[in-house]
Every structure is written in structure tokens, then in C-alpha cells.
């Protein structure tokens, strides 16, 4: 079982910026494929970004390409996601996910999920 506990969220104006944190509980997090997903209301669970475990790999949506950087420090447990440029369609609960094989952008590839955190990105 691996526990997944999100922060860094809240309220920023259009062009602002946010650093999402994810720290993951168990010994073995460096052997896991990390992911950054998000919910806008009404939406399905859509994925954003997504890193291998040894950090060399990264994976974006076309949406966020060029404006959102995952990272990874496994000696902390820790999975980032820096997001720049934001905009009001950015607005969603952002989820931290774990995959025990390698890197996949399909939600229902991922084993553990954390609670999530708000964005919200006002006009």
C-alpha cells in the first residue's frame, strides 16, 4: 500500500504560477512511474504529466507542454509539478497517481491515488 498526500494548491490569477507537491509514503518510491493528473467539474480525470522512475523520462499533455515540469526527488519521496503560464481552463483537482511499472498516460493504468488538490485560476 502506498499512501500519496497532495499540496500546493490554491488560488492564482491567469499568467501566475503554482508548485504542486506530492509525497509518497514506502521504501521503495524510487522504483515507481509517477503521475500528475486532473478533474475539471463535469469532466472526466484527464492526465497531465507522468515521469519515470529514475526521473530521465517525461511525459506531457499537448496542453500543458512548454508551461508545466514534473519532477522527481526520490530521496525525499517527492514527486513535483511546477506550473507556469496558467490559465482559467488549467482550473481542475490535481492528482498525484503511482504506477509500480513504468510511465503510462491512461488513468486507469496508475495503482494509487492521492486526495488531490484545488487549482483555481481566475480571468
Known amino acids: 500500500q502506498v499512501q500519496l498526500e497532495e499540496s500546493g494548491g490554491g488560488l492564482v490569477q491567469a499568467g501566475g504560477s503554482l508548485r504542486l507537491s506530492c509525497a509518497a509514503s514506502?521504501?521503495?518510491?524510487?522504483?515507481?512511474?509517477m503521475g500528475w493528473f486532473r478533474q475539471a467539474p463535469g469532466k472526466e480525470r484527464e492526465f497531465v504529466a507522468a515521469?519515470?522512475?529514475?526521473?530521465?523520462?517525461?511525459y506531457y499533455a499537448d496542453s500543458v507542454k512548454g508551461r508545466f515540469t514534473i519532477s522527481r526527488n526520490n530521496a525525499q519521496n517527492t514527486v513535483y509539478l511546477q506550473m507556469n503560464s496558467l490559465k482559467p481552463e488549467d482550473t481542475a483537482v490535481y492528482y498525484c497517481?503511482?504506477?509500480?511499472?513504468?510511465?503510462?498516460?491512461?488513468?486507469?493504468?496508475?495503482?494509487?491515488w492521492g486526495q488531490g488538490t484545488q487549482v483555481t485560476v481566475s480571468s
Open positions: 515521469i519515470s522512475s529514475s526521473g530521465v523520462s517525461t
Open positions: 497517481a503511482v504506477r509500480r511499472v513504468f510511465e503510462s498516460t491512461r488513468v486507469k493504468d496508475y495503482d494509487y
Open positions: 514506502g521504501r521503495t518510491f524510487s522504483t515507481y512511474a
